[in-house]
Nanobody
Framework: QVHLRESGGGSVQDGGSLRLSCIAPGYTSSSYCMGWFRQAPNKEREAVAVTYPSDGSTYYSDSVEGRFTISQDNAKSTLFLQMTGLKPEDTAMYYC??????????????????WGQGTQVTVSS
């Protein structure tokens, strides 16, 4: 089992920006789905953005469309989530995850096999 490693979380004001990073050796240039998920206290974990790096396809949740961008640097084996226009409702623990691709990439967190420990994002009004 591979343990991914996220970083880049922090506290920002409404409208601010953050860039999250996920070190994911062997995943960003192979046949794996990669995703960012978030979970607020006492709420369900939800998909934020999912990508299949091998063909560049992406998915974004409606709540972050146009504000967040998922990308990767294959040479550095790193996945990114660039977040702009942050809102208080974006406050959550953010997780990086990976899954071998079997058809379309899953959007449900139960479809992902490997997870990082999470990085906290807090947005104040």
């Amino acid at each position: 089992q591979v343990h991914l490693r996220e970083s880049g979380g922090g506290s920002v004001q409404d409208g601010g920006s953050l860039r999250l990073s996920c070190i994911a050796p062997g995943y960003t240039s192979s046949s794996y789905c990669m995703g960012w998920f978030r979970q607020a206290p006492n709420k369900e974990r939800e998909a934020v953005a999912v990508t299949y790096p091998s063909d560049g396809s992406t998915y974004y949740s409606d709540s972050v469309e146009g504000r967040f961008t998922i990308s990767q640097d294959n040479a550095k084996s790193t996945l990114f989530l660039q977040m702009t226009g942050l809102k208080p409702e974006d406050t959550a623990m953010y997780y990086c995850a990976a899954a071998p691709r079997r058809g379309d990439c899953p959007l449900d967190p139960t479809g992902f096999n490997y997870w990082g420990q999470g990085t906290q994002v807090t947005v104040s009004s």
